[in-house]
């Protein structure tokens, strides 16, 4: 069964730093690229970050862009996101997607996680 | 940026009725060289993750039904559910991918009426 499984959400104060992981499952992840898209709960989606099959290739939304870091693990099939200096409006609920093509430029993003929390606060 | 709009905010339909989703992106989202519009749909269900029902505006995924259709080029896209059926009740976003960063609409709320 194809799966991706997000951890590492929870409650952080605001300017820590905190790592997200993703697990994938069922697919050949190697071929992918995969982002991070957010969701504050009740509200609209914002991609987050997004990176190629081969980690040559690498985006980030200008609200992130210098305290997100997007990276891949291919060999034990994984997607991670340190996040640093966290904010309040950071607050959301962090999916894990799978692109439907190799680089992250142009994505459709066919497969989803359920998800993992993150609360910034003081 | 390409800023994506929605419209009706939400909409109320009967069971077998038709339903129809606006997205209008502030820039076109057609790229000449091979005339493809960069262009998805999401359905999302409360406590549900999205999952994608449309891409390149118009065609389907795997599994997608065929009573879900797109249309639309350029700028201005619909999202068509035929026949309403009760498990069609759901949020729904368009999302362009022809640039970065890449954004979604704000969400339309389709239910029963």
């Known amino acids: 069964e194809e799966q991706l499984v997000e951890s590492g959400g929870g409650l952080v104060q605001p300017g820590r730093s905190l790592r997200l992981s993703c697990a994938a499952s069922?697919?050949?992840?190697?071929?992918?690229?995969m982002h991070w898209v957010r969701q504050v709960p009740g509200k609209g989606l914002e991609w987050v970050s997004g990176?190629?099959?081969?980690?040559?290739?690498?985006g980030y939304a200008d609200s992130v862009k210098g305290r997100f870091t997007i990276s891949r693990d291919n060999a034990k099939n994984s997607l991670y996101v340190h996040m640093s200096s966290l904010r309040d409006e950071d607050t959301a609920l962090y999916y894990c997607?799978?692109?439907?093509?190799?680089?992250?430029?142009?994505?459709?993003?066919?497969?989803w996680g359920q998800g993992t929390m993150v609360t910034v606060s003081s | 940026d390409i800023v994506m709009t929605q419209s009706p905010d939400s909409l109320a339909v009967s069971l077998g009725e038709r339903a129809t989703i606006n997205c209008k992106s502030s820039?076109?989202?057609?790229?000449?060289?091979?005339?493809?519009?960069?262009l998805a749909w999401y359905q999302q269900k409360p406590g549900q993750p999205p999952k994608l029902l449309l891409s390149?505006?118009?065609t389907r995924e795997s599994g997608v039904p065929d009573r879900v259709s797109g249309s639309g080029s350029g700028t201005d896209f619909t999202l068509t559910i035929s026949s309403l059926q009760a498990e069609d009740v759901a949020l729904y976003y368009c999302q362009q991918y022809y640039s970065a960063p890449f954004t979604f609409g704000p969400g339309t709320k389709v239910d029963i009426k």
């Open positions: 997607a799978k692109d439907k093509r190799s680089y992250y430029d142009t994505p459709a993003f066919d497969m």
């Open positions: 390149w505006a118009s």
């Open positions: 820039q076109s989202v057609l790229y000449n060289s091979n005339n493809k519009n960069y």
């Open positions: 069922g697919f050949t992840f190697d071929i992918y690229a």
């Open positions: 990176i190629s099959w081969n980690s040559g290739s690498i």
